[in-house]
Structures are given as C-alpha cells and as structure tokens.
Nanobody, 125 residues
Framework: QVQLVESGGGLVQAGGSLRLSCAASGRTFSNYAMGWFRQTPGKEREFVAAINWSGRSTVTAASVKGRFTISRDNAKNTVYLQMNSLRAEDTAVYYC??????????????????WGQGTQVTVSS
C-alpha cells in the first residue's frame, strides 16, 4: 500500500493560484497512476484530474479544464495539481489517490486504492 501526504492547501483570493503536492512513499511510485479529487461538506467526492504512470496521459474535469493542471515527478515521488484562476466554487478539501493500474486515467473513486488525508483549499470571493 502506498502512503500519500498532500500539502499546499490554504486560503487564496479569487483569481489567485495554488499548487498542491502529494508525496508518495512505501511503494514504487511509477507503478501507480494518480488522481486528484475534491469534496465539500454534504456532497460526494468529485473527480478533478488524473495522470498515468509516465505523465504522458492526463484527463481533467470539465469544471476545471483550462485552469488546473496535473503533473508528476517520478524522481521525487510526487504528483502536483497546479490551480490557476481559482473561484469560490473551487473551495473544498482536495485529496490525492493512487491507482494500481498505472496505464489508465480513471475518473471514478472506486478505481483508486490509496488516499491521502486531504488538504483544505479555501477561495475567498
């Protein structure tokens, strides 16, 4: 089981940027595809972005397309989520997750077997 720790969340004004990081340990990072999800109180967890093991294949949710970018550095065992042009509706707890099928970019929670503890992102309008 890979362990995941997110960082980089915080409070930012609308229109601003944040970069989230997710550091992995315990297993070979490049054996996993990675994803980012987010959740607000009372709502289901929502897919944000996913990336395959090499970083050459990514998918991004329509709600954040053109504003958020997922990337990874296998040498640093880290996946990133660059968030630009942030909006109040982006306020959520953001989670990274690991998928044991390294070649896919899955959109569903059930595809991911390891999760981080989450990091809060708050966008003030």
């Amino acid at each position: 089981q890979v362990q995941l720790v997110e960082s980089g969340g915080g409070l930012v004004q609308a229109g601003g940027s944040l970069r989230l990081s997710c550091a992995a340990s315990g297993r070979t990072f490049s054996n996993y595809a990675m994803g980012w999800f987010r959740q607000t109180p009372g709502k289901e967890r929502e897919f944000v972005a996913a990336i395959n093991w090499s970083g050459r294949s990514t998918v991004t949710a329509a709600s954040v397309k053109g504003r958020f970018t997922i990337s990874r550095d296998n040498a640093k065992n880290t996946v990133y989520l660059q968030m630009n042009s942030l909006r109040a509706e982006d306020t959520a707890v953001y989670y990274c997750a690991a998928d044991r099928v390294p070649t896919r970019t899955a959109l569903t929670e059930s595809s991911y077997t390891s999760w981080g503890q989450g990091t809060q992102v708050t966008v003030s309008s």
